[in-house]
C-alpha cells in the first residue's frame, strides 16, 4: 500500500466529485402500499428535476408509473408533499406544470379530473365506497387575494368536477392531513391559522359523513394554538390515533370514546416532525394492538414495534439512523431510511423474521468506505448558559495527510427552515468536502427539531440571534479542541440557513467567507414578498409586523453591510417564489459597492432548492472554487471557475 501524500487541506484529490453525487442519483419521497405493491416518489435531477412515482411488484420488477412529459409534484404550501395516491392500482397525482389532478388508471395514460382552473391539491384520500377524493385545495383564482385553503371532496372518475370539487371544510387558513375511517363514516383532518405554523399549534377535528360524502358535522377532538398536532390515523379497528407535542415532546396518542385522549407511549423522544410536506408520516399500524413507529433521540432516529395495550416500545435492531416516510400492513413495513455510511434508501422489513431488504437506493455508486467521513454528535456550549447540538465531520481521505501543524478549515453548515434539523444520513454533498480536507460542522442550532419543544422554541422571537450564536459556538469550540484552523472558517446555508449564514458574516466576526443558496437578507420584504404557508411565521421568530419593525430592520443583514468584511458567493433560482431573486440581488449589489469579493450564481428555471443536475454540480464546485481562490489553497483537479468580483491581484 502507497504511504499518502503530503498535501494541504482542501488540496486533496478526491473520487466524490460533483459529477459523481448528480449522476445516477434520485430524491426518494413519499411511500405508500396498495395491496402487495410499493410505490415511491423519485426526483430525478437527470430528468430536469422530475418527479416520477414509481411502483415495486411483488415480484420484485420495478417499473415507472408517471410516463415522461409528466411531474407528479404539487405547489400546495410551495413546498408540497401529498402528491400522489393510489388505490386498487388506480394512481391519482398532481402533475407540475398544470397542477391538475390526474388519473392513471392500470395499463392507461393519465387523464386530468380536475378543471383547467387555478386549483391545486394535495394528500388525495380514496373513498372507493363512494367514487370519490377528499383532498386539500388551495384556491390561485382571483389574483392579489391570498390564496385560499380548503378541504374538498372530488368525483374520483373526473364527472361534476368542473368547478374544482365540491367544499367540505372551509374558514381555516390552512389545512392538511384528511383521513378516513376505515369504516367510511368519519373523516379526520388537521387545521391551523396564522400566526401558526403547524409546529406551533394545530387542531384535530373529526366530521360525519353522509352517504353522499358531505359532512353531516364536525368537532375538534384535539390541540388548540399551543399544541402541535402531527399524523393522524385510524387504527383498523377505527380508533383515532395521532402524534402531540403537549408534554414537550412529540408522543403518540389515541383518542378514547369518551373524547379524552391518552398516550400510547411516553417518552422524551420525537415521533413527529415539522410538517413542512403533505403525507409525512413516522408511523403506521400493523394491527389494532401493534404501530411500527420511527423516534428521534439526540437527533438519531430509529424504528420500533410499539404494542398499544400493554404500552411497551421494542426497538428493531437496524443499522439505520435517519428514518421516514413509514407505512405498514401485517406483515411488513416499508421506510426511507439512510445512515451514516448509507445513503437514503427505500427498505422493506419482514415483521416475522425482521430482516431488511433495499428496495430503491438514491444512488447506487458505490464509494469506498476509506474516503467517508463518519460524524460525531457534538453537544457543546453556547450562549445564555445553554448548550446546542450538531454532527462533526473531520477530513477524511487516505490518500492524503496535511503537512505537520497544519489544522483544516472548517465549513459550518446550517440547515433550512429553520424548524427543521441536520441528519446524520450518508449526504455525498457534505463527503465531497471531507475529502478534500475540509472539515464539516452541521448545526442543530436551538430552534432545529428533534430535541423537544423548548428546544423547538427556542427560536421564538430569537431568528438571527440564537441560531447565530449556536453557528459561532460551534466553530469556536472546535478551534479551542484544535481540531479546525480558526482563520479559515466559512459558513453556508440555503434558505433560512442563507439567513443564518449572512447574519453571521454580518454581525459577527468568526466567519472568513461564506455562502447563501437562496438566503434571506432583508425581512420586512420577506414579510410582503412570499407565499401564504410562511407569511406569518416571522411573527413566531423574529416579531409582529410593523408593530416590531425595529427588530426586523436590526436582523435583516441587508441594513448592515458596513458591518461586512469578508467574501461571499451567492447561489439563486430565478423562479424561486419562496426567497425571490432579489434578497441576494440586494446583497450582491451591498458588497459590490463596498468592493468587497463577490460572486453570483443565478440559475434560470430554478425554484427553492436547485432541482437540475447541472446546477447542482455548478452550486457545488462553484463553491469550491470560491474558497480555493480565497484563501489561496490549489484544487487538486480543475473545477469550472465562477466569476469573482473585486477579488485583491494575486488572489
Known amino acids: 500500500m502507497s504511504q499518502p501524500v503530503v498535501s494541504s487541506y482542501g488540496s486533496w484529490r478526491s473520487p466524490i466529485t460533483a459529477d459523481l453525487i448528480v449522476t445516477a442519483t434520485v430524491g426518494l419521497g413519499q411511500t405508500a402500499l396498495d395491496g402487495r405493491e410499493v410505490y415511491w416518489v423519485e426526483l430525478r435531477p437527470s430528468e430536469g428535476g422530475r418527479n416520477c412515482i414509481v411502483r415495486?411488484?411483488?415480484?420484485?420488477?420495478?417499473?415507472?408509473?408517471?410516463?415522461?412529459?409528466?411531474?407528479?409534484?404539487?405547489?400546495?404550501?410551495?413546498?408540497?408533499?401529498?402528491?400522489?395516491?393510489?388505490?386498487?392500482?388506480?394512481?391519482?397525482?398532481?402533475?407540475?406544470?398544470?397542477?391538475?389532478?390526474?388519473?392513471?388508471?392500470?395499463?392507461?395514460?393519465?387523464?386530468?379530473?380536475?378543471?383547467?382552473?387555478?386549483?391545486?391539491?394535495?394528500?388525495?384520500?380514496?373513498?372507493?365506497?363512494?367514487?370519490?377524493?377528499?383532498?386539500?385545495?388551495?384556491?390561485?383564482?382571483?389574483?392579489?387575494?391570498?390564496?385560499?385553503?380548503?378541504?374538498?371532496?372530488?368525483?374520483?372518475?373526473?364527472?361534476?368536477?368542473?368547478?374544482?370539487?365540491?367544499?367540505?371544510?372551509?374558514?381555516?387558513?390552512?389545512?392538511?392531513?384528511p383521513r378516513l375511517s376505515p369504516d367510511g363514516r368519519r373523516l379526520a383532518w388537521l387545521t391551523w391559522n396564522h400566526p401558526n405554523m403547524p409546529w406551533d399549534g394545530t387542531e384535530l377535528w373529526v366530521g360525519e359523513l353522509n352517504d353522499d360524502g358531505t359532512l353531516a358535522g364536525s368537532r375538534r377532538v384535539a390541540g388548540g394554538a399551543k399544541e402541535s398536532i402531527f399524523q393522524p390515523e385510524w387504527s383498523p379497528g377505527g380508533t383515532l390515533h395521532f402524534v402531540s407535542d403537549r408534554s414537550n415532546w412529540w408522543n403518540i396518542y389515541r383518542l378514547g370514546e369518551d373524547g379524552s385522549s391518552e398516550a400510547v407511549f411516553e417518552a422524551e423522544a420525537e415521533f413527529g416532525l415539522p410538517l413542512w410536506l403533505f403525507a409525512m408520516s413516522t408511523y403506521a399500524f400493523a394491527s389494532e394492538e401493534s404501530i411500527v413507529c420511527a423516534y428521534a433521540r439526540g437527533g438519531d432516529w430509529s424504528l420500533g414495534l410499539l404494542d398499544t395495550r400493554a404500552k411497551r416500545l421494542e426497538r428493531f435492531e437496524l443499522?439505520?439512523?435517519?428514518?421516514?416516510?413509514?407505512?405498514?400492513?401485517?406483515?411488513?413495513?416499508?421506510?426511507?431510511?439512510?445512515?451514516?455510511?448509507?445513503?437514503?434508501?427505500?427498505?422493506?422489513?419482514?415483521?416475522?423474521?425482521?430482516?431488511?431488504?433495499?428496495?430503491?437506493?438514491?444512488?447506487?455508486?458505490?464509494?469506498?468506505a476509506a474516503y467517508v467521513s463518519t460524524p460525531s454528535a457534538v453537544e457543546f456550549p453556547t450562549e445564555g448558559g445553554r448548550t446546542a447540538h450538531a454532527f462533526?465531520?473531520?477530513?477524511?481521505?487516505?490518500?492524503?495527510?496535511?503537512?505537520?501543524?497544519?489544522?483544516?478549515?472548517?465549513?459550518?453548515?446550517?440547515?433550512?427552515?429553520?424548524?427543521?434539523?441536520?441528519?446524520?444520513?450518508?449526504?455525498?454533498?457534505?463527503?465531497?468536502?471531507?475529502?478534500?480536507?475540509?472539515?464539516?460542522?452541521?448545526?442543530?442550532?436551538?430552534?432545529?427539531?428533534?430535541?423537544?419543544?423548548?428546544?423547538?422554541?427556542?427560536?421564538?422571537?430569537?431568528?438571527?440571534?440564537?441560531?447565530?450564536?449556536?453557528?459561532?459556538?460551534?466553530?469556536?469550540?472546535?478551534?479551542?479542541?484544535?481540531?479546525?484552523d480558526a482563520a479559515r472558517c466559512v459558513i453556508t446555508g440555503g434558505s433560512a440557513g442563507g439567513y443564518t449564514t449572512l447574519n453571521a458574516l454580518t454581525f459577527r466576526d468568526t466567519f472568513r467567507a461564506g455562502a447563501s443558496h437562496f438566503g434571506v437578507s432583508d425581512l420586512t420584504v420577506f414579510v410582503g414578498d412570499t407565499h401564504k404557508f410562511e407569511s406569518r411565521y416571522l411573527e413566531r421568530l423574529i416579531g409582529p409586523y410593523p408593530e416590531r419593525a425595529d427588530l426586523y430592520f436590526e436582523r435583516s443583514s441587508i441594513n448592515f453591510t458596513e458591518r461586512l468584511s469578508c467574501p461571499i458567493i451567492f447561489f439563486q433560482g430565478l423562479e424561486d417564489k419562496i426567497v425571490p431573486p432579489n434578497q441576494a440581488e440586494l446583497m450582491v449589489e451591498a458588497l459590490r459597492r463596498k468592493r468587497l469579493p463577490v460572486a453570483y450564481v443565478a440559475f434560470e428555471g430554478e425554484q427553492h432548492g436547485f432541482r437540475k443536475a447541472e446546477n447542482i454540480k455548478r452550486a457545488l464546485d462553484g463553491e469550491l472554487y470560491f474558497y480555493s481562490r480565497v484563501f489561496g489553497f490549489p484544487l487538486a483537479g480543475p473545477v469550472e471557475p465562477v466569476e469573482i468580483e473585486n477579488l485583491p491581484p494575486g488572489k
Open 56 to 177: 415495486r411488484s411483488p415480484d420484485g420488477g420495478i417499473s415507472d408509473v408517471t410516463p415522461p412529459g409528466f411531474n407528479a409534484r404539487t405547489r400546495v404550501h410551495e413546498y408540497g408533499g401529498g402528491d400522489f395516491a393510489v388505490h386498487d392500482g388506480a394512481v391519482y397525482f398532481s402533475n407540475f406544470s398544470d397542477q391538475r389532478l390526474y388519473l392513471q388508471a392500470a395499463g392507461a395514460e393519465p387523464r386530468p379530473i380536475t378543471p383547467e382552473k387555478s386549483f391545486r391539491y394535495s394528500d388525495p384520500v380514496v373513498d372507493a365506497r363512494r367514487g370519490l377524493l377528499y383532498a386539500v385545495r388551495e384556491d390561485h383564482t382571483v389574483e392579489g387575494r391570498e390564496a385560499v385553503n380548503t378541504l374538498v371532496s372530488l368525483n374520483a372518475e373526473g364527472a361534476g368536477n368542473d368547478e374544482g370539487g365540491s367544499v367540505l371544510v372551509s374558514g381555516g387558513d390552512f389545512y392538511a392531513a
Open 319 to 368: 443499522p439505520y439512523t435517519d428514518i421516514s416516510y413509514v407505512r405498514a400492513d401485517a406483515s411488513r413495513v416499508v421506510f426511507r431510511a439512510g445512515s451514516a455510511t448509507e445513503r437514503a434508501s427505500i427498505v422493506e422489513l419482514d415483521l416475522a423474521t425482521r430482516e431488511t431488504r433495499v428496495l430503491r437506493r438514491a444512488s447506487e455508486v458505490v464509494v469506498d
Open 392 to 484: 462533526y465531520y473531520p477530513p477524511r481521505n487516505p490518500d492524503f495527510v496535511a503537512p505537520e501543524g497544519e489544522l483544516p478549515p472548517l465549513l459550518v453548515k446550517c440547515h433550512g427552515g429553520p424548524t427543521a434539523a441536520a441528519s446524520s444520513t450518508l449526504r455525498l454533498d457534505t463527503q465531497y468536502w471531507t475529502s478534500r480536507g475540509i472539515a464539516v460542522l452541521d448545526v442543530n442550532y436551538g430552534g432545529s427539531t428533534g430535541f423537544g419543544r423548548e428546544y423547538r422554541q427556542r427560536l421564538n422571537g430569537e431568528w438571527g440571534v440564537v441560531d447565530v450564536d449556536d453557528c459561532v459556538s460551534g466553530a469556536r469550540y472546535l478551534a479551542a479542541r484544535g481540531e479546525v
